[in-house]
């Protein structure tokens, strides 16, 4: 669940329904500007990558819903199918170097919160002039 600007500068995820909604995006040239994009997009609140994988469009209209009545209604697309989960699985790759080298550039913000299940790392677009 992304978390809001308080629970990011407190540290601390408090569990509360205090992040805005999400507004996913899609139809950009690289995953670098999709991230950015998605950030800006929902500028109040901050994700974890998983969730950043899951607000970006890669032009893939495939969801997990779709992909399951896929498997259970028509096993001729199977071959098709397993293919967009390898493209996925390639593409969430593509995104973690790309968040990686946003946050080396500056361009998003990289912080520890404490969840109820540990601490999980969560991003935002870096407004934040010091660095974070």
Known sequence: MP???DEWDSGARTDSPTATETTPVGDYDDEAE???????????NAYTKAEIVRGVDFGND???????ELLTEIPDELVDVAGD??????LVDDIDAAL?????DGMVAEKRIETADGTTTYYRLNTDEAGG
Do not use: H, K
């Open 85 to 90: 989960v390898v493209a996925s699985g390639m």
């Open 100 to 104: 990686d080298q946003l946050v080396a």
């Open 3 to 5: 978390i809001s600007d």
């Open 34 to 44: 999709l991230i950015v994009a998605f950030l800006s997009e929902n500028i109040d």
């Open 62 to 68: 495939a969801r997990p819903e779709t992909i399951r």
